[in-house]
């Protein structure tokens, strides 16, 4: 390393200063026991790490920080863990997702604020994969992302049981009586027996999978289980690789490219992944400047099967998908068909077609062929248009029921999840198979955070008949853990006056999912007598986080990010105060 790189390096604003302002810096560091060598120069790595207690699928980050760091000292840097907020989607209310542009911006400051050369992302559920690539984007350091890996596999009864999947079902089974209080109490420790994230192909599966398929995490480490002692293993070639890329100056500018995007829409689209990864993907590319639309993703992905066999919509879980060959050997078969691009660099600093070389799977049953898919092509998620959602909705096929796909009912209509779950045991509810059920009010303002409450359970009298599935239609959304016929992010939403706040109890609903549409067949001059009558709802709130993001938070269909955090603001060195 030359003087003039070490002069260059952003830390030295801070570590190599003159005078009072460097002694500061310097003295106040060394009460932690770092020697003043560390301050001559190499490249200063912060480990920003969502773990918490209170987030249980990140609680385990600690110990992959401490394989971070032995990373980054191998290879001649000074990691520096320094902690975020945690968006667990399990214990926060109202939920995660109203939090996740709050994490965005504190994991920006953060970066920015600090004399840091690179960083290294500790993420684990749901939201906390988006909101540290959004943040990091926005500074555009150095940055390679370390998910916490999923679950072991979950064992009830001498069968796998999926976390998130299996709780839909095993409440299904309990409303109906085929289990009991009992078993079911004993079911639900069955099926998170590890640290980890959910182990089914979930929004958290999905978002670490997308995160190696942008390029921003070591190829094949999206899927190694966290109790693996290979967790830490490339979490500590993950500090290593950071050292590196900020010797090369490999930014997320750089990895983030349209490219890039089309890759990962694709690979959600061959991994049966989650309908949350079209809210997270537009709001990441917003941060880097990329133009990503709601249409990319039915476009995108009409020519591309789903190649894994997971649940929700599979067998497997994510152990099995690792051990049969993880990503790579996903993004092998597909750039073999000529569905990927193989040019865009990762932070490997070798492009995706290099990474995936010599991936190969090993087990045919949960990570199939082109030429034999588990689901053929066109069976992903599918973006509607029409006079219910002008700006769009999308539904998950391959978690879909194939006769309600083209579908025709009356709407049953509520206000809120909460006024359905009130009614949903009501024997003398009026719905039938037949019935729409239609949830509103819950989109990015109107609930606030568009919680996961589309696929909201059957009413419990069609239950007992042995109805498996009907249409629901929501402005919020679906946990990736989730399954059935459910349209979702239908945008505008009706907090903000779109259609699904005119819609009345009985109005015929047509779905038609082939044709992409999705309509209330009620005449217009109808529709604008409606409009005229209806009042928007009184806001909830006038003061402090929830009043700033009912203010300013944007539509589904442009990833629910902040108008005001869109782009990137770099990393430029704040002014010194000493």
Same mark, same amino acid.
């Given at each position: ?15 190599? @200063? ?23 120069? $190499? ?28 990373? *980054? ?12 907020? @945690? ?17 965005? /911006? ?24 988006? &909101? ?28 796998? *049981? ?21 078993? #079911? ?15 089914? /192909? ?6 670490? #999978? ?22 830490? +293993?490339?979490?500590?070639? !993950? ?20 490219? !890039? ?5 694709? *690979? ?18 917003? $941060?880097?400047?990329? +133009? ?25 879980? /994510?152990?099995?998908? #690792? ?7 996903? /993004? ?20 995706? &077609?290099?990474?995936?070389?010599? @991936? ?28 219910? #959602? ?21 709407? $049953? ?53 042995? *109805? ?24 505008? +939403? !009706? ?42 709802? @009184? ?40």
């Amino acid at each position: 390393m030359t003087d003039g790189q070490k002069r260059s390096r952003r830390s030295q604003a801070w570590f190599g @200063a003159q005078g009072r302002s460097g002694m500061v810096y310097r003295s106040w560091m060394r009460s932690q026991g770092f020697g003043h060598e560390v301050f001559d120069g $190499r490249p200063v790595i912060g480990i920003a790490t969502s773990a918490s207690e209170l987030a249980p699928c990140n609680a385990h980050l600690t110990r992959v920080a401490e394989a971070v760091k032995r990373g *980054v000292w191998q290879a001649g840097g000074l990691p520096l863990q320094f902690p975020t907020m @945690a968006t667990g989607e399990t214990l926060m209310r109202p939920t995660a997702m109203l939090y996740r542009n709050l994490m965005a /911006m504190e994991v920006e400051e953060l970066i920015r604020a600090n004399p840091l050369d690179g960083v290294v992302l500790l993420s684990g559920c749901d939201k906390t994969t988006p &909101a540290m690539l959004m943040g990091a984007a926005s500074v555009d350091l150095p940055a390679v992302m370390v998910t916490g890996g999923p679950m072991l596999n979950g064992k009830y009864r001498g069968r796998d *049981v999926g976390s998130g999947t299996q709780v839909w079902k095993f409440e299904e089974d309990l409303k109906t009586g085929r289990m009991t209080e009992e078993e #079911c109490f004993f079911a639900e420790g069955c099926m998170a027996r590890s640290n980890g994230h959910c182990m089914t /192909m979930g929004t958290a599966s999905t978002m670490a #999978c997308l995160a190696e398929a942008l390029g921003m995490q070591l190829p094949g480490s999206a899927a190694w289980p966290a109790v693996d002692s290979r967790r830490m +293993e490339v979490a500590q070639a !993950a500090g290593q690789r950071i050292v590196r890329m900020v010797e090369e100056e490999l930014r997320p500018s750089q990895i983030l490219t349209r490219d !890039a995007f089309e890759n990962a829409v694709r *690979v959600n689209a061959a991994i049966g992944g989650s309908t949350n990864a079209v809210i997270h993907l537009i709001a990441i590319a917003g $941060r880097v400047g990329v +133009e990503l639309n709601l249409r990319d993703f039915d476009e995108l992905v009409r020519t591309v099967p789903t190649l894994v066999n997971l649940m929700p919509s599979g067998t497997y879980l /994510m152990e099995d998908f #690792c051990y049969a060959g993880g990503l790579p050997a996903v /993004m092998a078969e597909l750039l073999g068909g000529g569905l990927l691009h193989g040019g865009p660099v990762t932070v490997t600093g070798r492009t995706v &077609a290099e990474n995936t070389e010599n @991936a190969e799977c090993v087990d045919s049953d949960v990570i199939t062929r082109l030429d034999a898919p588990f689901q053929p092509a066109g069976t992903g998620i599918a973006v509607l248009h029409g006079n219910l #959602c002008p700006d769009g909705a999308v539904i998950k096929q391959s978690a879909a029921s194939p006769h309600l796909l083209t579908h025709r009912g009356p709407a $049953r209509v509520f206000d809120s999840p909460e006024a359905y779950h009130e009614v949903a045991d009501d024997p003398e509810l009026d719905v039938d198979e037949n019935t729409v059920i239609v949830i509103r009010n819950a989109g990015p303002k109107g609930y606030p955070g568009m919680p996961e409450v589309a696929n909201v359970p059957l009413p419990g009298k069609l239950l007992k008949a042995g *109805v498996k599935d009907m249409v629901r239609v929501c402005d919020g959304r679906m946990s990736g853990t989730g399954y059935g016929t459910v349209v979702l992010h239908v945008a505008p +939403e !009706a907090a903000v006056g779109g259609p699904l706040a005119l819609v009345r109890d009985g109005d015929p609903v047509v779905l038609d999912v082939p044709n992409r549409t999705l309509r209330l067949d009620v005449d217009d001059a109808e529709l604008t007598r409606r409009r005229h009558e209806w009042k928007a709802p @009184a806001e909830m709130h006038t003061s402090g986080y929830s009043w700033l993001y009912t203010q300013n938070v944007e539509q589904a269909d442009q990833g629910a990010d902040f108008g005001f955090l869109r782009g990137s603001r770099g990393h430029e060195v704040p002014r010194d105060s000493h």
